[in-house]
């Protein structure tokens, strides 16, 4: 793939401490770049390119989410209900918004904008909350 510059950089104030959750968040990130290429690019391999990348976000997203809920689970975190319920609707919203995008009423580059300040906002707050609980949790152990 042609080199251009990132749409978004993972930086280290984004990590969470727990290093298999920041690989997945940075993987998130790329798929948002590889996303933002097919955007700008913008014709007709772009598009399908899109919906390929589309395709793939979305089965990693529920996955790195599952993954997290596990994790979240495992460390009987308290506000694990209302952290899936936030990964819930996300899902849905891609979902919505990539039926959208296939039907032509969707902008692609409006999603990707949506992508990025999702991830970037749940990264910071929610993420974080859970991380430095579980984090906490660990010390006595470790
Ligand atoms: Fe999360």
Known sequence: ????????????SYSVGIPVVDEQH??????TN?????CVDGDDTARTYFKEVIRKTVEYVK?????EEQIM?????????????????????VIEDTKKFEEGKAVPYV????LKNWILNHI???DKAYSSYILQHRKGTS
């Open 63 to 67: 996955f790195h989410f599952s993954a």
């Open 73 to 93: 689970s495992n460390a009987k975190y308290p506000q694990v209900a209302e952290h899936k319920r936030q990964h819930e609707n996300f899902v849905k919203k």
């Open 34 to 38: 590889n996303l933002y290429k097919a």
């Open 26 to 31: 940075k993987e998130l990130i790329k798929l």
């Open 124 to 126: 910071a707050v929610a």
């Open 111 to 114: 999603f990707v904008n949506y």
């Open 1 to 12: 793939m042609e080199e251009t510059e990132n749409y978004v950089e993972w930086q280290d």
